[in-house]
T-cell receptor
Framework: AQSVTQLGSHVSVSEGALVLLRCNYS??????LFWYVQYPNQGLQLLLK??????LVKGINGFEAEFKKSETSFHLTKPSAHMSDAAEYFC?????????????FGAGTRLAVHP | DAGVIQSPRHEVTEMGQEVTLRCKPI?????LFWYRQTMMRGLELLIY????????DSGMPEDRFSAKMPNASFSTLKIQPSEPRDSAVYFC?????????????FGPGTRLTVL
């Protein structure tokens, strides 16, 4: 079965600093990987996803993630943090096939951005 | 499209009462997921449906919880009787058919408080 590990439940950065949120996955098949963001009192929304092809994936709000098969990682980065990036971030891997599939989520990383 | 719609957004009830949460998925999506989110346990998948049929309900905590999807545009999650430990945010998500890399779209959630 697939699984996801997010290293660091809380990350704090200064405004303008690099954001790096770590995600490692375990999968017996080529994985489909996702990053979701949850702003306070809201549902999750998709930031970006990796399916096949280019290993560097660009998402919304300046975020990107790189799929590294050799490291079983899918870390999320943003060159310069903004105050509005403060939220909880979830990494997920798809499990199943065809129409019968579900997402396996990591425990989440809460990002704080300070002035 | 209006996105995934959940009602009510907030529910406060007393222990022992029946609670019904409602979800309208995005039109054309054939998979529907119910999640529960708490500080202690994070994001948990409770049950998911494909073409209105429950596929995996292994996450349903106990018999007090039940879910139905009578048609493609409506699902309910019922708790009877409710207990204080059921207090959480409940999310519904929907997904289009056919591929493991199709993203899930989340609703805004229902915040349930059981006194």
């Amino acid at each position: 079965a697939q699984s996801v590990t997010q290293l660091g439940s809380h990350v704090s950065v200064s405004e303008g600093a690099l954001v790096l949120l770590r995600c490692n996955y375990s999968s017996s098949v080529p994985p489909y990987l996702f990053w979701y963001v949850q702003y306070p009192n809201q549902g999750l929304q998709l930031l970006l996803k990796y399916t096949t092809g280019a290993t560097l994936v660009k998402g919304i709000n300046g975020f990107e993630a790189e799929f590294k098969k050799s490291e079983t990682s899918f870390h999320l980065t943003k060159p310069s943090a903004h105050m509005s990036d403060a939220a909880e971030y979830f990494c997920a891997v798809s499990e199943g096939s065809g129409g019968y599939n579900k997402l396996i989520f990591g425990a989440g990383t809460r990002l704080a951005v300070h002035p | 499209d209006a996105g995934v719609i959940q009602s009510p957004r907030h529910e406060v009830t007393e222990m022992g009462q029946e609670v019904t949460l409602r979800c309208k998925p995005i039109s054309g999506h054939n998979s529907l997921f119910w999640y529960r989110q708490t500080m202690m346990r994070g994001l948990e998948l409770l049950i998911y449906f494909n073409n209105n049929v429950p596929i995996d309900d292994s996450g349903m905590p106990e018999d007090r919880f039940s879910a139905k999807m009578p048609n493609a545009s409506f699902s309910t999650l019922k708790i009877q009787p409710s207990e204080p430990r059921d207090s959480a945010v409940y999310f519904c998500a929907s997904q289009a058919q056919g591929s493991s890399y199709n993203e899930q779209f989340f609703g805004p959630g229902t915040r349930l408080t059981v006194l």
